[in-house]
């Protein structure tokens, strides 16, 4: 793996693949929701829209027949700890990929007129995931697990928030942020490094040293189980179902990523088996979990008819019960792992995936993990690990529930949430 930092203090690593024909090209900057105030929620991802607008140098047609011309394609993406900007092009053409990237990052216009057309466009965002119980359900859970909390607000914003964030503000938080401190290119495919180390310091080189921006820290939740019914008619209750997690770093993470698959990380989970298969009350259910620098969460998620939610709920409720009581077997833990391994593999044989990889861990941990340590990992994970982690994890007072639908009796559903 290849990793260095610039005079100025920007973070670079890459890997090399030398079989590909692709090289992928991401610039991580240390900026997200949870670093905004309620105030200026949403101004992490207006600006990443913006970037895309055109620079001191080129107009948006120029950017985008600049990737596009060669064949390649450009993204960029805002979650609640980073903003990153993508490109994926041929590897004879590194130098435009990054030209173009490090153009974008550090020569925005952001015209007026680009940002009030832009605010309209996020403004259409928000209401079209509003409209999509199965996303929106997931933003009303976060708001119950981090309450007046960067974490538990919506990446997009408001439309009251989006609507007050004016040119100065974007054009200060980009001045702010946007620094090399603050900033990580990783590059993964066949390159050269003599290549890469020329490039970088070429592009980004002269980027202001600024410095690594902190966010505030989860607050600990309220210590009873909280309950959020949006009544809307929908064909189907979608529901969230769960609590605080383990951060990125906490000794348990790998062990919870286990646990999550075990009970819906697949086709042959348990609950997809009991809910799906057995009992036919869903189409889709799953489990997972998320990590943050410094908390987490595990949910469980589905979309039910309306007349089954509480039978769902309670066979749900039953199977976390259930994993805490009993050890898993031997065979249906060995299974997961090697699920879990299988999949981290396969997706990092493909250079944008690897570069994502890379790139989440530098920018939001300080450091990377290699295979063969996360591989460590999760082989440690033993049946009693499993069911220590359920007892933590899944009690009362750490249970919270979303749901969006045509459900008006609350009360009957909260009576439920035993476990």
């Avoid at 692709?22 to 949870?34: E, L, P």
């Amino acid at each position: 793996m290849l990793k260095f930092n610039l005079k100025n203090g920007l973070t670079v690593v890459g890997h090399r693949m030398p079989s590909l024909s692709s090289i992928a090209i991401g610039i991580w900057i240390g900026a997200g929701s949870r670093y905004e105030s309620k105030k200026i929620n949403g101004i992490s991802h207006f600006l990443e829209h913006l970037l895309f607008k055109g620079t001191k140098k080129r107009s948006c047609q120029q950017l985008t027949q600049a990737i596009e011309g060669i064949g390649g394609s450009f993204n960029g993406f805002t979650s609640e700890e980073a903003t990153c900007y993508l490109v994926k092009v041929t590897n004879k053409h590194l130098n435009i990929g990054l030209d173009i990237l490090s153009d974008m990052v550090r020569n925005p216009l952001l015209k007026k007129e680009d940002v009030e057309k832009e605010r309209k466009v996020i403004a259409q965002e928000i209401k079209m995931y509003e409209d999509l119980p199965s996303h929106y359900v997931h933003e009303i859970f976060d708001e119950l697990l981090w309450p007046n909390h960067p974490l538990g607000r919506n990446i997009a914003g408001t439309l009251k928030s989006l609507s007050a964030i004016q040119r100065k503000d974007l054009l200060n938080y980009w001045k702010e942020y946007y620094q090399a401190k603050n900033i990580v290119l990783t590059i993964v495919g066949n390159y050269k490094e003599n290549e890469v180390r020329k490039l970088a310091e070429r592009y980004l080189g002269k980027t202001g040293k600024g410095k690594h921006q902190q966010f505030s820290p989860a607050k600990e939740k309220e210590k009873s189980p909280g309950v959020k019914l949006l009544s809307k008619k929908t064909e189907q209750i979608h529901l969230c179902l769960g609590g605080r997690g383990f951060s990125r770093n906490h000794p348990d993470r790998y062990g919870l990523s286990v646990l999550a698959t075990i009970l819906g990380g697949n086709m042959s989970s348990r609950l997809f088996r009991e809910v799906r298969e057995k009992r036919s009350l869903a189409y889709e259910i799953r489990a997972e979990s998320r990590q943050y620098h410094d908390t987490g969460a595990f949910v469980v998620s589905a979309g039910v008819a309306p007349g089954k939610t509480k039978e769902a709920l309670s066979i749900i409720l039953t199977e976390l019960t259930k994993i805490k009581e009993k050890k898993v077997k031997e065979s249906e833990l060995k299974r997961t792992k090697e699920f879990l391994l299988g999949q981290l593999l396969l997706g990092l044989e493909d250079s944008s995936s690897y570069m994502l990889w890379l790139g989440s861990q530098q920018m939001t941990e300080g450091k990377i993990k290699t295979l063969k340590e996360i591989k460590s990992r999760i082989n440690r994970v033993n049946r009693e690990d499993i069911r220590r982690i359920a007892t933590v994890l899944f009690q009362k007072n750490n249970l919270n529930l979303a749901l969006i639908g045509p459900l008006k009796n609350k009360e009957e559903i909260v009576s439920v949430l035993k476990i």
